[in-house]
């Protein structure tokens, strides 16, 4: 059974000892990070602050900070089972006899519950406020000393493309600068920024209407995270991970929908031809991304639970939460890269590597310059186009071993003749590009050098022991005074 929403998974965190209630009053500027961060890197539970500074609503953070609450988000073991249930669809052989239909007919009831159902109503509209209502009465974090103010660092947005109608969920960070207006960051390639700048081409000076959702069952708020294709709808992935529809209610003054088990909803709009200095603020690069021109979102209607939980997380120096988040999109989506590109034996983003500044990817090299031909392909793959170094190796090269990594590919280059460098987007966090967006890239052709890429001389074998010595050595290793 899916969770029904938020306090249902917090609920089960503090079954299972996963999570900590504080009652001491905690300043959400500054000091909830600080615990936060003490508590993480400690490896500890996650945390409710009852008594946020200066606010009412209690406020949950760290829930997917480790990989036993993450697998709990998704009940599931070990997260490569998610990875399963994608390749079970993806290995989808079209069914022969009678018999081989019959036996797919639970799998195409499993891909019915993937899809977003309306309802009337639901929890997040026990309190409506068109009126009188503030963004500060949430208890919204200030992450960092050198942030430009509060910021809401797990929104669910919600639009809709103008040109296709299709739903897009994208966590974005949101600044608050006052009671009903926030900073809307959509960096310039996603999904939201792209329905924005569509909306504005045929109408600079309109509106299009956004709604934000902030507290939902865990799959629901992890799929916001998740880099899926355009115009894929974020909420039927959230229904493939939970294994049950996301219930979707109609917003009280815009076209669009929300989950309707959501803690806190705003509904408003971003005026297409206002613009306003957004951050600094601390960043999952460990630095703080500069101030830059972003949209503005106007919060038109508040609606939420008679008690909501504001749920949030913090960025910064890594690893935090969000490294756990990735190692999500690192596992689920290997399968979607294989399926494309079945040479790839295994892939590795290091917590340094902020996701897009490295990854490691293992081949089944067949061909001269194979390794060249998948940097190529990770470039162009969705948000992977961001991956500032690339490094590629061979299968036996084990990419979750770091230090195995560095080792084999460091001894397998010759720099001048294995980097390649090309020019293309890159990720608006990333300080050190030339100019905001647009940047270069390192491939790292770490594999073994083959005769048909023009490499004449010997490639040496790897240094290891032969087995009849090792036995022989086993057998002999108490007698030799050392314990097993
Ligand atoms: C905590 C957190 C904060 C994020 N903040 C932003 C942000 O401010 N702007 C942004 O464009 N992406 C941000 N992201 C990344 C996006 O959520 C992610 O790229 C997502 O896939 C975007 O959805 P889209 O592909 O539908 O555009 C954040 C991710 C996390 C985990
Ligand atoms: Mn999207």
Not at 127 to 149: E, H, M, T, Y
Not at 399 to 413: G, M, P
Not at 418 to 428: I, N, R, W
Request: with cysteine; proline share 7%.
């Amino acid at each position: 059974m899916a969770y029904r929403d938020l306090r249902e998974f917090i609920a089960r965190l503090e079954k299972e000892g996963e999570l900590r209630r504080i009652s001491a009053e905690v300043d959400p500027v500054l000091e909830i990070t600080e615990v936060a961060q003490r508590v993480l890197r400690a490896g500890g539970p996650a945390l409710l602050f009852e008594n946020p500074k200066g606010s009412r609503v209690p406020l949950a953070i760290n829930l997917l900070a480790s990989e036993r609450r993450m697998n709990m988000a998704l009940e599931v073991d070990r997260v490569e089972e998610v990875a399963d249930r994608i390749r079970s669809f993806i290995d989808f052989q079209s069914p022969q006899g009678l018999f081989e239909k019959i036996k797919m007919l639970p799998k195409l009831a499993e891909l019915g519950s993937f899809f977003p159902k309306t309802v009337r109503s639901g929890p997040c509209k026990e309190v409506i406020r068109r009126d009188g209502f503030s963004l500060l009465d949430f208890p919204i974090l200030q992450c960092w000393p050198k942030d430009a103010g509060r910021f809401i660092t797990w929104p669910l947005v919600i639009t809709k493309n103008p040109e296709t109608g299709k739903r897009n969920v994208g966590v974005y960070r949101m600044q608050v600068f006052d009671e009903r207006t926030t900073g809307m960051h959509w960096q310039t390639q996603k999904h939201g920024a792209e329905h924005f700048r569509r909306a504005r081409a045929t109408n600079p000076q309109g509106r299009i209407e956004v709604a934000v959702a902030i507290g939902s069952d865990p799959a629901t708020c992890l799929a916001g995270i998740l880099p899926v294709p355009p115009d894929l709808d974020e909420m039927m992935f959230a229904g493939f991970l939970r294994r049950e529809p996301v219930e979707m209610v109609a917003c009280e003054t815009c076209s669009l929908e929300v989950p309707a088990n959501a803690e806190i909803v705003l509904e408003g709009y971003v005026e297409l031809g206002e613009m306003r200095t957004e951050g600094p603020f601390g960043d999952h690069t460990g630095f703080y991304s500069l101030e830059g021109e972003f949209p503005v979102f106007h919060v038109t209607c508040v609606t939420h639970r008679r008690d909501p939980i504001y749920m949030t997380t913090v960025v910064g120096p890594p690893p935090q939460e969000d490294f756990f988040m990735g190692h999500v999109v690192e596992r689920v989506f290997l399968p979607v890269m294989k399926m494309q590109y079945p040479e790839i034996t295994d892939v590795a983003m290091p917590a340094e590597g902020i996701f897009h500044n490295l990854m490691i990817v293992a081949i089944r090299k067949s061909y001269p310059g194979h390794a060249r031909k998948i940097t190529n392909a990770i470039w162009s793959l969705g948000q992977a186009m961001f991956t500032k170094v690339i490094v590629v190796v061979d299968h036996d090269v084990n990419v979750q071993d770091s230090s195995e990594v560095v080792w084999k590919a460091l001894c397998a280059i010759d720099p001048e003749r294995d980097v390649q460098f090309v020019l293309g987007p890159s990720d608006t966090l990333d300080h050190a590009s030339r100019i905001q967006d647009f940047g270069s890239k390192m491939g790292i052709d770490a594999t073994r050098k083959w005769a048909s890429e023009g490499f004449l001389r010997p490639w040496p074998d790897e240094i290891k022991m032969d087995d009849k010595t090792r036995a022989r050595v086993d057998a002999l290793w108490t007698k030799l005074g050392f314990s097993r």
